[in-house]
């Protein structure tokens, strides 16, 4: 794949000035050479421990999301009504990547249709980016929750449930090829990068990932909802509508043609 090619059309609209870049020689993986291994799970959290996850040898997302549906990698399925698998169209130049489903996606089987997702919406429409020419999925498609009275409680997956789900996140951008991949808070590049990353520190800039070679991290929309005070809740968002505003720049200048990811990085 021509990387200068894309290189020259993402780096002029890196917001974060000299901390943003999408060569896979970046200063993050020279200063840290081992950043795909360092995080790696402990033996008793590797997906091999878990069934194979059932993934097909094809790039047709109707088969995939079928496939998914019936996947029992780990045992999230156990307590969540159904897979969400992701959601958007063929030709999208974005794939959007969340944490897992929360309760209301949970319900309908959709990603992002709850509260973290009108934030995603408002912020989207704010930095100019059609929904509709995004794929928004998420890094595990099962929800995890805990009873809590009536309620269900949202909680964080774990490393070898990330680990367990990636096969689905890497088959989905396979098929897409987007031109870009957008990780939405710490799940995301988790699951990207196959280890922990600061997301604050990492926000904004572009560092080539397992999913793709023009990643980029920024927060997870219920973040902001869970801001402290009005104040704290409008700069979240504002910075929020900044990162992807960088997303909308890089896709405004794209060249013509469709650049394709570079296999290797899957
Ligand atoms: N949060 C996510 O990460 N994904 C969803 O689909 C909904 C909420």
Request: charged share 25%.
């Amino acid at each position: 794949m021509e990387t200068g090619c894309l290189a020259a059309f993402l780096l002029p609209h890196c917001r974060h000035g000299t901390r943003s870049r999408i060569d896979p020689t970046s200063e993050l993986l020279r200063s840290d050479p081992n950043m795909f291994r360092k995080g790696e799970p402990k033996a008793a959290e590797r997906p091999d421990q878990c069934p194979p996850t059932p993934v097909p040898e094809t790039s047709d997302l109707g088969e995939l999301r079928r496939a998914a549906a019936n996947c029992r990698a780990c045992s999230l399925y156990k307590n969540a009504t159904q897979t969400v698998f992701g959601e958007g169209g063929r030709e999208a130049d974005v794939v959007l990547v969340g944490e897992q489903p929360g309760d209301q996606e949970d319900y309908a089987g959709k990603p992002f249709v709850g509260p973290a997702g009108r934030i995603l919406d408002q912020a989207l429409q704010a930095a100019g980016i059609d929904r509709s020419s995004c794929y928004v999925t998420n890094a595990v498609k099962h929800f995890k929750w805990k009873p809590s009275g009536k309620r269900r409680l949202h909680e964080k997956p774990s490393a070898r449930e990330i680990e367990a789900c990636r096969p689905w996140l890497q088959a989905e951008l396979r098929s897409l090829r987007p031109d870009i991949v957008v990780c939405l808070g710490a799940t995301a590049v988790r699951a990207a990068y196959g280890k922990n990353l600061p997301v604050l520190k990492n926000r904004g800039q572009w560092i080539p990932s397992l999913l793709g070679p023009n990643t980029t991290i920024t927060v997870h929309p219920s973040s902001i909802l869970r801001a402290i005070d009005p104040a704290a809740k409008e700069k979240a968002f504002a910075d929020f509508v900044t990162d992807l505003d960088a997303v909308a720049a890089a896709l405004r200048s794209k060249p013509q043609s469709r650049p394709l990811p570079s296999r290797e990085l899957f």
